[in-house]
């Protein structure tokens, strides 16, 4: 039987995501086993962002410093501005090395179900942004649910006077997808994007 603080270390880890209880004690017991090549630098990280953690007052973003290091980056476009939902979709995003402009977090989406309203996400900060100028191309990055897209139109209705494009991201097929495995909404929406072939 484990230390009492052992269990609460491996109860804190549980309710990670992707992270059950036998997984949070497989965890714990390689953090012991490596306590010093392991859990001493785990500590250590955990303390300093603690410490240093920050919420980007431009974006929305979670860095250690305001304003973030994507806001903070000359070498992005700031005339393109790319909008997620959470902090998650805007990491996963910039991995990809894709996207060279800013990014504006809304805080989730909108839900009548859960009772997520306009004024419980960014979206007066983001109309903020774009009423500022030097903006040419917002693009909506909503999930492809139907909240995201609930919201991508809400967006775009109140968007629509000003002078940007405002695109959104291409929803279909996923590359290596078979189809007799996908949904009937993933089909209709491959069937409405397509394009000629070149």
């Not at 992707?18 to 859990?39: D, F, M, N």
Request: aromatic letters at 4%; hydrophobic letters at 40%; a negative charge.
């Amino acid at each position: 039987m484990a230390s009492s603080e052992i269990e609460a270390l491996t109860q804190a880890l549980a309710r990670l995501p992707g992270l059950g209880p036998r997984s949070a004690r497989r965890a714990v017991l390689h953090l012991l086993k490596k306590r010093e090549t392991t859990l001493a630098p785990l500590l250590r990280a955990l303390e300093s962002v603690n410490e240093r953690l920050a919420i980007c007052h431009i974006c929305g973003n979670v860095d250690t410093v305001d304003p973030c290091g994507i806001c903070a980056d000359p070498r992005r476009d700031a005339r393109a501005l790319c909008i997620v939902e959470e902090v998650a979709d805007l990491w996963a995003l910039d991995r990809s090395r894709l996207f060279p402009g800013r990014f504006h977090v809304l805080g989730g989406r909108l839900s009548a179900l859960e009772g997520v309203r306009p004024e419980d996400l960014t979206i007066d900060q983001l109309v903020g942004r774009v009423a500022q100028g030097g903006i040419d191309e917002v693009v909506l990055a909503m999930n492809a649910t139907l909240e995201g897209q609930t919201t991508a139109h809400y967006l775009a209705e109140r968007l629509e006077s000003y002078p940007i494009r405002l695109t959104q991201l291409a929803h279909g097929l996923p590359v290596g997808g078979e189809l007799d495995y996908l949904d009937e909404g993933t089909l209709a929406q491959a069937l409405r994007a397509r394009r000629p072939v070149s």
